[in-house]
């Protein structure tokens, strides 16, 4: 099992609307969680972090962290065509020694004008 | 704004070359990273750095080696190129972990 899970998609909305992303993790003594914005051709940009329960809200973007249940979601809401990119889900787990950070393989959003 | 560059952006070689890519940031970050990245899948780490002369590898098995002789400068270096490396090799830095900043890649096709 991978230790970060996302929906590939892709996932299309119209202009506007709400895109709701999801991802859910494996390891319950993950500590803080990022989410990276990646368009077509370019390298990862980090978007939001949250690290505790609950939501946190960044202009048009908010992520959800609900530990009990091991998920994290980015809204974005009012949607624009420049959101479309493929959003990364990266889960810091607490370990000492080794690699702590883990990506998903990220969603495919399309915004549809 | 992130200062870290890659270089070079693109690179084409035949089998058996030695190459090394370039990475150097301007930020002062005592992190540093290599991430190599397939089309449609989960960025690997391949290599990493907590500072000068500290390196260690990541998850992916790599053929490659890092250096990190200065603390702006982490160069990683491929001694016999394979087409099995071809990947987009990226390269990142950080202050607190997980909050990393991107280069731009380096796109790297082995024939």
């Known amino acids: 099992q991978k230790e970060v899970e996302q929906n590939s998609g892709p996932l299309s909305v119209p202009e506007g609307a709400i895109a709701s992303l999801n991802c859910t993790y494996s390891d319950r003594v993950s500590q803080s969680f990022f989410w990276y914005r990646q368009y077509s051709g370019k390298s990862p940009e980090l978007i939001m972090s949250?690290?505790?329960?609950g939501d946190k809200e960044d202009g048009r973007f908010t992520a959800q962290l609900n530990k009990a249940s091991q998920y994290v979601s980015l809204l974005i809401r009012d949607s624009q065509p420049s959101d479309s990119a493929t959003y990364l889900c990266?889960?810091?787990?607490?370990?000492?020694?080794?690699?702590?950070?883990?990506f998903g393989t990220g969603t495919r959003l399309t915004v549809i004008p | 704004e992130a200062d870290i560059y890659q270089t070079p952006r693109y690179l084409v070689i035949g089998t058996g070359k030695k190459i090394t890519l370039e990475c150097s940031q301007t930020?002062?970050?005592?992190?540093m990273y290599w991430y190599q990245q397939d089309p449609g899948m989960e960025l690997h780490l391949i290599h990493y750095?907590?500072?000068?002369?500290?390196?260690e590898k990541g998850d992916l098995s790599s053929e490659s080696t890092v250096s990190r002789i200065r603390t702006e400068h982490f160069p990683l270096t491929l001694e016999s190129a394979r087409p099995s490396h071809t990947s987009q090799y990226l390269c990142a830095s950080s202050v607190l972990a997980g909050e990393l900043f991107f280069g731009e890649g380096s796109r790297l096709t082995v024939l």
């Open positions: 750095s907590y500072g000068v002369n500290s390196t």
């Open positions: 930020m002062g970050h005592d992190k």
């Open positions: 949250i690290y505790s329960n």
């Open positions: 990266a889960v810091n787990i607490d370990q000492t020694g080794a690699n702590n950070l883990f």
